[in-house]
Nanobody, 115 residues
Framework: QVQLLESGGDSVQPGGSLRLSCAASGFTLSRYTVTWYRQGPEQEREMVASIGSLGRKMNYADSVRGRFTISRDNDENMAYLQMNSLKPEDTAVYYC????????WGQGTRVTVSS
């Protein structure tokens, strides 16, 4: 199966940090741009960050720029999202995505930021 599995979500205090991981199976992740999305409570899914196939082109949502860092390890078929200085508004389920044929949204990993 062509799948992506997110992990690393947790409950943290404001100002804390988390690193999310995205493991690809059934395809070679290095061929694709990887995008992290999130969906907060009562919100639509939004793009958080993306990284090109070579790991040289990155884009970030304005709300996370300077706090989050997207990266990838093509040798390990993995992508990551380092999240620092977390805010309550970062609370969401986070998903990774690559436009591989047959891919579908996974379960995501939940991040909760609260005191």
């Amino acid at each position: 199966q062509v799948q992506l599995l997110e992990s690393g979500g947790d409950s943290v205090q404001p100002g804390g940090s988390l690193r999310l991981s995205c493991a690809a199976s059934g395809f070679t992740l290095s061929r694709y741009t990887v995008t992290w999305y999130r969906q907060g409570p009562e919100q639509e899914r939004e793009m958080v960050a993306s990284i090109g196939s070579l790991g040289r082109k990155m884009n970030y949502a304005d709300s996370v720029r300077g706090r989050f860092t997207i990266s990838r390890d093509n040798d390990e078929n993995m992508a990551y999202l380092q999240m620092n200085s977390l805010k309550p508004e970062d609370t969401a389920v986070y998903y990774c995505y690559a436009r591989a044929f047959g891919i579908s949204w996974g379960q995501g990993t939940r991040v909760t930021v609260s005191s």
